[in-house]
């Protein structure tokens, strides 16, 4: 096959057309970096642009964040494309009003200095060892989460302006003690109740039904017995996971691979270097600040002095230990330029305004031994035989799948698999297996379903393909009365012994609001034991509701319990009583809510005052 590609390749027809179409590529890009086209931005608030990359990255930090919270639930939640695309609208949402406050914040004249930067940085606890700050870890983290020294900076500031707006806005709030006390009062009330249960399973138990009962309710919901189209599948499947399983490396061949891939197993090599940054453009100053050090001033004085990097500073300067693929890309050309330990830099130009840079050390790459990296080679020699394997093998399959369309025994002998079978299943009850969109849609397919022929090979994970065909298929079908007569009996009755409960309920509250005490023994029911009610009960909303007692008198309602039974309710008493202890929490809960919807308002209004477009960041 690839000696037929390469055939083509060389031929002046494919040439030509490759040509025209690398051509459309040039002047599709060219086009669109001079009409400025929208593609790398995800929003438009105002002046200012949402970068697509700063999307997505906010966007998998907190989809990381959710799913170290909730696992799994997370995980079935993301196979709904509705519910991504609306998690991914919500991260944006929260991106349009952080640059709605930092607009608005401007608008004001909010400003915070460099030392207010500098104070918040050296308190965070990721940053500090033995609750000092760590220069080292500082720089660590910086990497890891994709940030320079300089722009991790500007993004505290952003935050730190932000913040000012959103203590300004909601610090005004407060509550008064009369609210608190009557906030108080509702939330601590209870209510004295008794209750009898109707238990919705015994009123079930007691139902007699009719066959002309039985037959209506079945004629009435046919959507209840409809078995829907099934189908018998039969399947082969092959995936690399699977193929790793007859895979074996013994030791002479890992010590092969390592030595004709020894870079693989070695560290990048590493420089600690400290540097002064001034911001801007400011060349004169950082001019001024480079002819010190050449006339023999001490680099981490200056640095501690004149450099505008808050966070290396106070510490000299030094960013520690630097890898390539890590710095400014200007920066870490003129880092990996020095060879000497002590050798100084020039000014350098990045993004962030000049640099002088100091190489302190070398650290050079070094090889890990051959007995602490022999398991990680032999697992990737196994995982690279089976996808080699994966592929010859997809590749026999999709040929022999195809050319011997009427069965799978060809195509199954043809990859050594076994052919799996299925009983009648359909969309709701299929294997995990059958359940992707590809795969159900092939099933399905008049190809396949009605005309017994093989699918073509289809993949469900990457690596994983499967073939399918339909040996046998039946049409959605309302079941017969007989074959469901159970499930029939079973839910009239529970219908027809809700109904029976409620009316019940209704009866004996109407007696007894009338006065008719003797109702509870002519249905064999008494109330239970006084029980106290708060507003965390069950009851809750239905005794919360009922009118007060007065004079003495009880009040009576019905209520469905959270299981289906129906309770009776007597209500004997409203308790007032409260105590102060828990007002302090109270009156900061009503700060915070009054402040949050302060803060909600003046979001909303920036949104109505402001033009904001999104664009399509749906995945």
Do not use: C
């Amino acid at each position: 096959m690839m000696d037929r590609l390469r055939e083509g390749v060389n031929s002046i027809a494919v040439k030509i057309i490759l040509s025209l179409i690398i051509l459309s590529f040039v002047f599709a890009g060219v086009g669109s970096y001079i009409v400025g086209g929208t593609n790398n931005v995800a929003a438009q608030v105002g002046n200012v642009e949402i970068s697509r990359g700063d999307f997505e990255q906010a966007y998998q930090n907190e989809r990381n964040r959710m799913q170290a919270q909730l696992g799994d639930y997370f995980s079935n939640l993301l196979a709904d494309q509705n519910y991504v695309e609306s998690f991914r609208k919500s991260v944006l949402d929260r991106m349009v009003d952080d640059a709605l406050l930092e607009q608005h914040a401007q608008t004001l004249g909010l400003r915070v200095g460099d030392a207010q930067v500098r104070e918040l940085m050296l308190a965070m606890p990721q940053f500090q060892v033995d609750g000092k700050f760590d220069s080292e870890v500082y720089q660590a983290g910086l990497r890891r989460a994709g940030f320079s020294p300089e722009s991790f900076a500007q993004y505290l500031r952003r935050q730190l302006v932000r913040n000012q707006l959103v203590s300004a806005t909601q610090a005004s709030d407060f509550s008064l003690p009369g609210e608190v006390n009557a906030q108080s009062k509702l939330i601590m009330q209870t209510r004295e109740v008794k209750t009898i249960t109707l238990a919705l399973a015994d009123f079930a138990q007691k139902v007699e039904l009719s066959e002309d009962e039985i037959s209506e309710y079945y004629t009435q919901n046919p959507d209840r017995y409809t078995r829907p189209e099934q189908v018998k599948v039969a399947y082969i499947e092959l995936s690399a996971e699977a193929l790793k399983q007859g895979i074996t490396i013994d030791d002479a061949q890992a010590q092969a691979y390592y030595q004709a891939n020894l870079d693989k197993f070695s560290s990048e090599e590493q420089r600690e270097v400290s540097h002064i940054l001034v911001q801007g453009d400011d060349q004169a100053k950082a001019q001024a600040i480079l002819d010190e050090l050449n006339a023999g001033a001490d680099f981490a004085t200056l640095a501690e002095e004149k450099s505008d990097d808050l966070g290396s500073s106070d510490v000299g300067g030094s960013l520690g230990l630097i890898e390539r693929g890590t710095m400014d890309p200007m920066f870490e050309e003129a880092a990996f330029a020095l060879k000497n330990p002590g050798d100084v830099t020039g000014l350098v130009k990045s993004d962030f305004g000049y640099h002088i840079i100091k190489l302190d050390a070398l650290k050079d790459a070094v090889a890990k031994p051959f007995a602490d990296v022999v398991a990680t080679i032999k697992q990737e020699m196994r995982d690279q035989q089976a996808v080699d394997q994966y592929y010859e093998l997809q590749s026999e399959l999709e040929k022999v799948a195809f050319e011997y369309p009427d069965s799978l025994d060809d195509a199954a002998n043809a990859i050594n698999a076994t052919i799996q079978t299925t009983d009648f299943i359909s969309q709701v009850d299929a294997p995990e297996l059958l359940k992707s969109q590809a795969v159900i849609q092939a099933i399905l397919s008049p190809e396949v379903k009605d005309d017994g022929l093989n699918s073509e090979v289809i993949e469900v994970a990457p690596e994983h393909v499967i073939v399918v065909r339909v040996e046998d298929a039946r049409d959605e079908t309302v079941l017969p009365l007989e074959d469901v007569r159970e499930q029939v009996v079973a839910q009239l009755s529970k219908v027809k012994g809700e109904q029976n409960a409620i009316e019940l309920a209704e009866t004996i509250v109407a007696e007894l609001k009338a006065g008719n005490q003797a109702v509870l023994a002519e249905n064999g029911l008494a109330f239970g034991d006084v029980e106290n009610v708060d507003r965390g009960s069950h009851l809750a909303d239905v005794v919360f509701a009922m009118t007060k007692p007065v004079d003495g008198k009880v009040e009576y309602a019905q209520a469905k319990v959270f299981n289906g039974d129906v309770a009776v309710v007597e209500l004997l008493s409203v308790s007032d009583m409260f105590t102060t202890q828990y007002n302090d929490q109270i009156a900061e809960q009503m700060i915070q809510m009054n402040a949050q919807q302060d803060l909600s308002g003046l979001i909303s209004i920036l949104r109505k005052t402001t033009d904001i477009e999104y664009f399509d960041v749906a995945q």
